[in-house]
């Protein structure tokens, strides 16, 4: 899988420094460098990039304010010489922050971070498009469609889907890679060793989210994100 990127610095060397750095990438596709995020938005405007390599402190417009404006789908890893803009730039959801003086390594765990972003970004799409994915058990590949998956509960090294057809499959996986695959926000996290498909659910008792004679629990880690999907679809 490869990334397309685009470098924004106002400072020439720096600029030389990550295009080397990009070019040596094999994943990365650099498509343009820009001194400035005013001259960078006349052309990222019409042709979005992936990756943006961002320095912060720049005339005119500031590698903050840019980012702000920027597709969603576009992120960001900022490079800056000053260390007190870290948290700025994690306010606007940056991937990573690399200070100058830059190395390659750093540059390249950086760019490693975005690209497992972008894979985990991808496969979700396609989930989300063809609402099924396929599982091994008892050595075979089992399709499951997302909108039967009623829960999934964590059993060590084993997740068992719950389906609503009656079904239980068992398959040799974690519950945080599932996790990071299933869509969001329908399918939550309540609990370590659970999984829930909300718009299942038949009814939340007790803080506990219901499926005939099953109480799956929400545990204090997962709750606040839990109440933010319910306070959203109660009508007050």
């Not at 400072?11 to 005013?38: D, M, N, R, V």
Request: net charge neutral.
């Amino acid at each position: 899988m490869n990334i397309t990127c685009a470098i924004i610095d106002d400072e020439p060397l720096a600029i030389e420094l990550l295009k080397s750095y990009a070019e040596k990438t094999p994943f990365l596709e650099l498509q343009g460098s820009y001194g400035s995020a005013i001259e960078a938005m006349k052309v990222l405007r019409d042709n979005p990039v992936d990756l943006l390599f961002l320095d912060i402190q720049m005339p005119e417009l500031s590698g903050i304010e840019f980012a702000r404006i920027v597709p969603k789908t576009t992120k960001i890893i900022f490079t800056t010489a000053f260390q007190q803009y870290a948290l700025d730039g994690y306010k606007v959801k940056a991937l990573d922050y690399l200070l100058k003086p830059i190395a390659y390594e750093d540059f390249l765990v950086a760019a490693n971070k975005a690209l497992e972003w972008f894979r985990v970004f991808r496969k979700q799409e396609t989930y989300m498009r063809d609402r099924f994915i396929f599982v091994k058990s008892d050595y075979k590949l089992v399709r499951i469609d997302l909108d039967n998956i009623l829960y999934v509960e964590g059993l060590k090294d084993y997740v068992r889907f719950y389906l609503d057809d009656g079904r239980k499959i068992m398959s040799l996986m974690n519950m945080k890679k599932l996790e990071e695959f299933l869509p969001r926000p329908e399918f939550q996290r309540t609990h370590r060793s659970y999984i829930v498909h909300m718009s299942k659910a038949e009814s939340i008792d007790r803080f506990r989210i219901v499926f005939g004679k099953e109480f799956i629990p929400v545990s204090e880690s997962y709750k606040d994100n839990v109440q933010q999907y319910i306070d959203a679809h109660t009508l007050a």
